[in-house]
């Protein structure tokens, strides 16, 4: 059974880079797509990104220019970078597997980042 | 963009009652390739990821009660519970694939209590 986990700092100053990664166990990174998404506190779920086994990616439009997702396929870890934090970037973020029909059926326990000085 | 709508907010319902909750796309989910419906349920516990429920607008994940179903097609789903139990309390979200290029949305949520 896949199962992943978030790891990265807690809390990031506004205007650095909030970076994350997620490990994956009981399965082979290059065997799935994988997604990044995100829920500010009290607020709804907002996909971030998305990457292939063939290291395809695709961002949400609203935050492409500051968005950045890559597989290490050695560690079996993805990882996301968000450049140019700030305070609405606050959020639980989660990794997820898509299962192929669109859907994740997989998701990680989730890592809060909060920005703040 | 692809804009989703759930109806309503929230909702109270009596425990063995049954719950219904709405979903409304801007853009059809339905693909003519293979006659299916992109359109996804979650559900989600405080403190807890989302846990999928329902895939391609109306099959169950693995192990899902049966009371959960889903329907619809192109732009308007429905999720039902159909006999409320006190473990189903949690905000259920809709979402939808799309694959020109590959991207996802969700509703805002609906949060299901009992009366």
């Known amino acids: 059974q896949v199962q992943l986990q978030e790891s990265g700092p807690g809390l990031v100053k506004p205007s650095e880079t909030l970076s994350l990664t997620c490990t994956v166990s009981?399965?082979?990174?290059?065997?799935?797509?994988w997604s990044w998404i995100r829920q500010p506190p009290g607020k709804r779920l907002e996909w971030i990104g998305y990457?292939?086994?063939?290291?395809?990616?695709n961002y949400n439009p609203s935050l492409k220019s500051r968005v950045s997702i890559s597989l290490d396929t050695s560690k079996n870890q993805l990882s996301l970078k968000v450049t140019s934090v700030i305070a609405a970037d606050t959020a639980i973020y989660y990794c997820?597997?898509?299962?192929?029909?669109?859907?994740?059926?997989?998701w990680g326990q989730g890592t809060l980042v909060t920005v703040s000085a | 963009d692809i804009v989703m709508t759930q109806s309503p907010d929230s909702l109270a319902v009596s425990l063995g009652e049954r719950a219904t909750i709405n979903c409304k796309s801007s853009?059809?989910?339905?693909?003519?390739?293979?006659?299916?419906?992109?359109l996804s349920w979650y559900q989600q516990k405080p403190g807890q990821p989302p846990k999928l429920l329902i895939y391609w607008a109306s099959t169950r994940e693995s192990g899902v009660p049966d009371r959960f179903s889903g329907s619809g097609s192109e732009t308007d789903f429905t999720l039902t519970i159909s006999s409320l139990q006190a473990e189903d309390v949690a905000v259920y979200y809709c979402?939808?694939?799309?694959?020109?290029?590959?991207?996802?949305?969700f509703g805002q949520g609906t949060k299901v209590e009992i009366k």
């Open positions: 997820a597997k898509e299962n192929g029909v669109g859907a994740f059926d997989i």
């Open positions: 979402q939808q694939y799309y694959s020109t290029p590959p991207g996802w949305t």
């Open positions: 009981g399965g082979s990174i290059s065997s799935y797509y």
């Open positions: 990457i292939s086994y063939g290291w395809s990616t």
């Open positions: 853009q059809s989910a339905l693909y003519s390739s293979n006659n299916k419906n992109y």
